[in-house]
């Protein structure tokens, strides 16, 4: 029996271990633990200015796991996750269709451009629209990184390829699995093409030599973020999220998501939900 007790005192030191793993970061010191999954708003450091604020007034610390879109979807149907803050419209539509979603709410917006060598191999400086643009890339064979992860930006990918008419397969058209600016980087080291969100480039542009912004402006590369989270306010920590998201939206939440990276890079990362609202669905 004392041999099963320790075993089993051992397995739960393990696993709590290996939860704790999952945390890319937490922030915040309170003693409610809320799971928040997001990709580049996370990456660039939205999240922890947004929770550091509003633990100001809440008894909370916040573990954010690093998911694109598809996987923060995931994350929360399968009920390993509080709250996201993804742009996959059609999906996070669903998902509250479903009933395993709720509080979907606007938070703001960035833009889609398509970057690629200053030379430009695929011409797509002349692209009337990111499908002609996307189809001129098709057309060269030129060397183009996918994501490949489901994310937001994936799925948005795949959504023009399929306006532009194209099946994109071939050695020009790399997977690389990995999270935006990861992608940027190696697309910039390797001249490639790479369809990167503007809050990434404008962290990342000083650190690039080799790409430079050669399509944008098409209203289908607007990108909207809204939050959503687990349905129902009967616990301490579904009625703490409910705050998190209400304190998003609120003008305290949207002063710092529109005014984000204006110290740090002379403009702000992100739009606020008032002009996103412009172009959410």
């Known amino acids: 029996m004392?041999?099963?007790?320790?075993?089993?005192?051992?397995?739960?030191?393990?696993t709590q271990a290996v939860l704790a793993l999952d945390c890319t970061a937490t922030?915040?010191?309170?003693s409610t633990k809320l799971t928040l999954a997001t990709g580049s708003p996370g990456e660039l450091g939205l999240v922890e200015v947004l929770v550091n604020?509003?633990?100001?007034?809440h008894d909370v610390s916040v573990c954010w796991v690093k998911a694109g879109s598809?996987?923060?979807?995931?994350?929360?149907?399968?009920k390993e996750v509080d709250v996201i803050m993804v742009h996959a419209p059609e999906a996070e539509k669903a998902a509250v269709a479903e009933g395993w979603a709720s509080d979907r709410t606007l938070l703001g917006s960035n833009e889609f451009y398509i970057t690629g060598p200053k030379n430009d191999p695929a011409g797509i400086k002349s692209a009337k629209t990111a499908a002609q643009a996307y189809k001129k890339i098709a057309e060269a064979k030129a060397l183009f990184y996918t994501r490949a992860d489901n994310?937001?930006?994936h799925k948005k990918e795949l959504s023009i390829w399929k306006s532009a008419?194209?099946?994109?397969?071939?050695?020009?058209?790399?997977?690389?699995?990995?999270?935006?600016?990861?992608?940027?980087?190696?697309?910039?080291?390797?001249?490639?093409?790479?369809?990167?969100?503007?809050?990434?480039?404008?962290?990342?542009?000083?650190?690039?030599?080799?790409?430079?912004?050669?399509?944008?402006?098409?209203?289908?590369?607007?990108?909207?973020?809204?939050?959503?989270?687990?349905?129902?306010?009967?616990?301490?920590?579904?009625?703490l999220s409910k705050a998190f998201?209400?304190?998003l939206a609120s003008e305290d939440g949207q002063s710092v998501i529109r005014t984000f990276g204006v110290k740090e890079y002379g403009e702000a990362l992100y739009n606020d939900a008032k002009y996103a609202k412009q172009y959410d669905r």
């Open 151 to 153: 994310s937001g930006t």
């Open 27 to 30: 922030y915040g010191k309170g």
């Open 70 to 78: 598809g996987k923060s979807l995931s994350l929360l149907k399968q």
């Open 165 to 239: 008419g194209v099946k994109p397969a071939g050695d020009w058209y790399v997977a690389n699995k990995d999270f935006m600016l990861a992608t940027l980087k190696k697309a910039d080291k390797t001249d490639g093409y790479f369809m990167t969100d503007s809050s990434t480039w404008v962290v990342a542009k000083n650190e690039l030599s080799a790409l430079e912004i050669l399509f944008r402006g098409d209203i289908v590369l607007i990108n909207t973020y809204n939050a959503l989270k687990q349905p129902g306010l009967e616990t301490p920590k579904k009625k």
């Open 245 to 247: 998201i209400d304190f």
């Open 53 to 57: 604020t509003f633990a100001k007034d």
């Open 2 to 14: 004392k041999l099963f007790i320790k075993v089993l005192a051992f397995c739960i030191i393990f």
